[in-house]
């Protein structure tokens, strides 16, 4: 099980480790994003540095006035919301591919969501909470692609999901700058028992479309593979289903595990559903059967190592599975 991963291209807002960006000229040490580095190849930016607001600056925050947001600066009263608009539209579209985005929780500009929406400029509290500008236009226009805040990373199932998702559409982008269809074939392949925890409906559209590959030229196959994959990836898989798939892979060691080691692998299978244990526990016994018993199609499967085990970490934030 030694796999090459590819290196995912993941957007930061850059005062997330990168540069003393912030209001007030500070920096954040996100554990997570310092970790990331080695692996991802990172791009970022400061939507409030590049509209020319400068370090340290006055607070910016939104504003919601008939109907409409807007960004305004809290001491000089200033309107920025052209400006923030105007940089987020060309930025986002001079963008290349991207395969996730790690985003400043709360933040005016990045955040995606609980923003603190203010009346106004005069009022402490705020009436709601909503999306910063840069964070809204990026939900809306790349809506399939793993998007997540620092704080929310914090999370284990959040993060175990961030992380799948990250290093299969690396994986899958990798194949598709030469798109040929036993690569393709060999992908679905490997991806089975992942696909399987994620959705056993696009598990099965996504095998329909490699076995009709005959059928259509291959750039076109991989557009729909493409497509219905991050539709595949969009939601955390359920919990039973993830189980489901172990459950599976057990099957395949029925006759060669003893009755007490598979009763410390079931026991283990209901820590994981009460949420004592990552999924990286229950996952990481079967390896080590497949491993020990040599078993060639399951060490071919992603749904065991998704991403790098480097990356796996029991840290939590302690909000459980139902942290949405
Ligand atoms: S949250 Fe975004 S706009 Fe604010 S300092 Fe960080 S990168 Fe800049």
Known sequence: MSINFPKPAIFSS?????????????????????????????????????IGLGVPRDPVRVVSR?????????????????????????????????????????????????????????????????????GAAVSKKFSGIAIETEARLTNFTIREHFLARIFTRAGFRKLKGKPLVKNLVRFHTENKFLLMAYSQKHLKLMGNIVANSKRKPAKEMF????????????????????????????GYFAKKLKSEEKKFFLNTLEEYRREQVPLSVPVNIMRSYIIRFNEGYLSQQTFFEPYPKELTEIKDSGEGRSYK
């Open 14 to 50: 850059r005062c997330l480790g990168f540069d003393r960006c912030r209001w007030n000229g500070e920096i954040i040490r996100d554990r997570f994003v310092e970790k990331l580095k080695p692996y991802v190849s990172y791009i970022t930016t400061c939507p409030e540095s590049e």
């Open 66 to 134: 008939n109907n409409s947001y807007m960004l305004m600066q809290l001491n000089t009263e200033k309107d920025l919301t052209e400006k923030m608009n105007a940089f987020v539209s060309d930025y986002i579209a001079s963008m290349k591919e991207v395969d996730g985005f790690i985003l400043k929780d709360r933040s005016p500009s990045c955040g995606i969501k609980d923003v603190k929406v203010y009346a106004g400029l005069s009022h402490s509290s705020p009436v709601k909470k909503g999306s910063g500008f840069f």
């Open 223 to 250: 557009a729909e593979y493409e497509s219905k994959l991050t539709e595949a990836l969009a939601k955390t898989p359920k919990f039973t289903s993830v189980i489901n798939v172990l459950m599976h892979a057990l």
